[in-house]
């Protein structure tokens, strides 16, 4: 499967090259390895609009967590490969955010991801998405 290229204005894109402690015996990408990539190109994206993980704990006394992940691997990433994470803001909902992800190199999907975030209290409880910052995340929705 191809990829378009992002710099039509659509999402966010976060890169990142393949590095040895990345990969395997065979010099592939580790699968679980992809999860932690989703995961800095989330905390990019929002941080290109001034909301770090630090100051949603700090001013709204909250966090974000995966509620739920399905992934479908296509082909694996390989040492030195210069991998791109398009990150795609579907939905906001009272107390969620559903995207999509996907780990592209070259003209190649490697790997796509659905994903919803859970946004929390400190101690875990579930709560809505504060207005202030429901409407900054709104941002980076009309961006896609």
Known sequence: MNYKDPTD??????????FYED??????????????????????????????????????????VVRRCVSEY????????????????????????????????GEDILVESELRLACITSDEAPTRIPGKLRETINILQDRN
């Open 23 to 64: 990969t395997d015996a065979a010099g592939i990408v580790y699968y679980a390895n992809y999860l932690k990539y989703l995961e800095r190109a989330r905390t990019e994206m929002l941080r290109a609009v001034g909301i770090t993980h630090s100051n949603l704990l700090a001013e709204y006394n909250i966090v974000f």
């Open 9 to 18: 204005g659509e999402g966010h894109t976060y890169s990142l090259r393949v």
């Open 74 to 105: 296509r082909k694996p990433a390989r040492l030195d490969d210069l991998l791109l994470v398009h990150t795609h803001i579907v939905s906001i909902r009272g107390a969620s955010v559903d995207l999509t992800q996907d780990v592209i190199c």
